[in-house]
């Protein structure tokens, strides 16, 4: 493996290593677009490991401002998504089809049975 090849699968292991990131990817992956704040309550119900209606305002608004702050932009960042924070629009770029086959291993091992058991990515 070229150093290049190199640089990116270490890009694409920290990337993927966040929790939150690889959440929002496997329901992105589903439908290649989505809205922001089916995702924060998506993300937030796998991380916390509680139903959609036990999220509080509060836990939804860390989400929100982690995913915002943090997630998006470093997944903008290497062209894996791209969002607009006005509409809440989050789709799909090209660079997704550089980490799916890695994010689908991810996948697998997760914790969480509803997400092992979804359709492969």
Request: aromatic share 6%; with cysteine; proline share 3%.
């Amino acid at each position: 493996m070229n150093r290049t090849n190199g640089s990116r699968m270490e890009a694409a292991c920290s990337l993927l290593a966040e929790s939150e990131r690889r959440f929002l990817l496997y329901q992105l992956a589903e439908d290649r677009s989505a809205n922001l704040e089916d995702l924060v309550a998506q993300v937030a119900t796998w991380e916390l490991d509680i139903h959609d209606v036990a999220i509080d305002k509060e836990t939804r608004q860390s989400v929100y401002v982690s995913l915002v702050h943090n997630h998006l932009p470093r997944l903008a960042d290497y062209d894996i998504i791209e969002y607009d924070l006005r509409s809440g629009d989050i789709v799909l770029d090209d660079g997704f089809d550089d980490i799916k086959p890695l994010l689908e291993q991810f996948r697998q091992t997760e914790d969480e049975p509803e997400i092992r058991e979804r359709a492969p990515l």
